[in-house]
T-cell receptor, first 109, second 115 residues
Framework: SQQGEEDPQALSIQEGENATMNCSYK?????LQWYRQNSGRGLVHLIL?????REKHSGRLRVTLDTSKKSSSLLITASRAADTASYFC?????????FGTGTSLTVIP | DVKVTQSSRYLVKRTGEKVFLECVQD?????MFWYRQDPGLGLRLIYF???????EKGDIPEGYSVSREKKERFSLILESASTNQTSMYLC??????????????FGPGTRLLVL
């Protein structure tokens, strides 16, 4: 399987703290994307990082990509209760997307 | 605002029934996808389509078929529902971009229970 793996599977933090989750993948990629899923809902795209980029920012999100280690990390700074959700990385080595199993983030108010 | 809609949020069916899950997108996207999501297994691709009347098998097509008669609509069909098809079904669409960097837009999901 070309599926990515997120780590940790679950994360619980206090509001205001930073949350870091990691993604490892298996094959060469064109880009890597992070998605968010609120409980019982569809996924929403958060951020895309290209294979020739090392870091990208969007608001309180910071994504890094290390293609030599086939890994990426998503940092959410100053977390809020509304950030409680599952977060997935997705890779697209070709035309097809492969999603990881997700990190479940709980932000405690 | 982009929109992907799915015909039902919750569905309860009996074993052996034929089940239709409908997905409609209003973004004129060429690509459409059906996934199922199960705890601990993440999202797994069932079928996808790059054009009208075109379909490709994903990782787990067994027990499913699809139909894409119009660009905006992609249907997932369970010919004879079984209990192991109880799952969350997610539809997505995207538009191809040079370099394969398109974003997928997801519907809200259909939670199917097969009794």
């Amino acid at each position: 399987s070309q599926q990515g793996e997120e780590d940790p599977q679950a994360l619980s933090i206090q509001e205001g703290e930073n949350a870091t989750m990691n993604c490892s993948y298996k094959t060469s990629i064109n880009n890597l994307q992070w998605y968010r899923q609120n409980s019982g809902r569809g996924l929403v795209h958060l951020i895309l990082i290209r294979s020739n980029e090392r870091e990208k920012h969007s608001g309180r999100l910071r994504v890094t990509l290390d293609t030599s280690k086939k890994s990426s990390s998503l940092l959410i700074t100053a977390s809020r209760a509304a950030d409680t959700a599952s977060y997935f990385c997705a890779t697209a080595p070709g035309n097809q997307f492969y999603f990881g199993t997700g990190t479940s983030l709980t932000v405690i108010p | 605002d982009v929109k992907v809609t799915q015909s039902s949020r919750y569905l309860v069916k009996r074993t052996g029934e034929k089940v239709f899950l409908e997905c409609v997108q209003d973004m004129d996207h060429e690509n459409m996808f059906w996934y199922r999501q199960d705890p601990g297994l993440g999202l797994r691709l069932i079928y996808f389509s790059y054009d009208v009347k075109m379909k490709e098998k994903g990782d787990i097509p067994e027990g499913y078929s699809v139909s894409r008669e119009k660009k905006e609509r992609f249907s997932l069909i369970l010919e004879s529902a079984s209990t192991n098809q109880t799952s969350m079904y997610l539809c997505a669409s995207s538009s191809p971009v040079t370099g394969g960097q398109e974003t997928q837009y997801f519907g809200p999901g259909t939670r199917l229970l097969v009794l």
